[in-house]
């Protein structure tokens, strides 16, 4: 089975610019998940999708947002790129995201903001 | 917001030693998880806790969901150098909720 897919890998950006990544979760996962990670504030919760309806949000600015497709893959969206914003963007899927339900990670996508 | 305090921050050790690390959080939680990251990849889940008191082994890790419901551990026995990495805790406290992290510990083996 294959595993999370996020695209691009790598992705250098310039403050003011927007940019859009891209999260394929694994076959048959209708939960998305989205998580930024960075060496001093590790892992924090961007937001979460189910059936395409956004049912969890971070504390994130509203230049961070998110959408999910009807095949559940899913796509997030920051606009006005800040120097700040520079981390690793990691996506995860589970079945339902209930408590029952771990998150699966892909790789991640890498964001330089220069 | 909920926090969780994950011990120790980094751990340098031999080859063949045992570890222990923790994960403290401020309110109960129904799921505990064990993530490892490996450089250049994603967190990989290692464990997962459902019940108070639930002791589950992968291997030569175990996991314990702590009685209180507000506390895990991780153990590693008998260390090799691919246990490198940086292992997350991770809960959630309801059904619904987001899972949210400690800030990992940093596992260093030296042979």
């Known amino acids: 089975k294959a595993g999370v897919t996020q695209t691009p890998r790598y992705l250098i950006k310039t403050r003011g610019q927007q940019v859009t990544l891209s999260c394929s979760p694994i076959s048959g996962h209708r939960s998305v998940s989205w998580y930024q990670q960075t060496p001093g504030q590790g892992l924090q919760f961007l937001f979460e999708?189910?059936?395409?309806?956004?049912?969890n949000k971070g504390n994130f600015p509203g230049r961070f947002s998110g959408r999910q497709f009807s095949n559940s893959r899913s796509e997030m969206n920051v606009s006005t790129l800040e120097l700040g914003d520079s981390a690793l963007y990691l996506c995860a899927s589970s079945l339902g995201g209930g408590i029952n339900s771990p998150l699966h990670f892909g790789n991640g996508t890498r964001l330089t903001v220069t | 917001g909920q926090q969780l305090n994950q011990s120790p921050q980094s751990m340098f050790i031999q080859e063949g030693e045992d570890v222990s690390m923790n994960c403290t959080s401020s309110s109960i939680f129904n799921t505990w998880l064990w993530y490892k990251q490996d450089p250049g990849e994603g967190p990989v889940l290692l464990i997962a806790?459902?019940?108070?008191?639930e002791l589950t082994s992968n291997g030569r890790l175990t996991a314990q969901f702590g009685i209180t419901r507000k506390d895990s551990f991780l153990n590693i026995s008998a260390s090799i150098p691919s246990d490198v990495g940086i292992y997350f805790c991770?809960?959630?406290?309801?059904?619904?909720?987001?899972?949210?992290f400690g800030k990992g510990t940093t596992l260093s083996v030296s042979s």
């Open positions: 991770a809960g959630r406290d309801q059904a619904g909720t987001a899972l949210i």
């Open positions: 806790l459902y019940k108070a008191g």
């Open positions: 999708y189910f059936s395409e309806t956004q049912r």
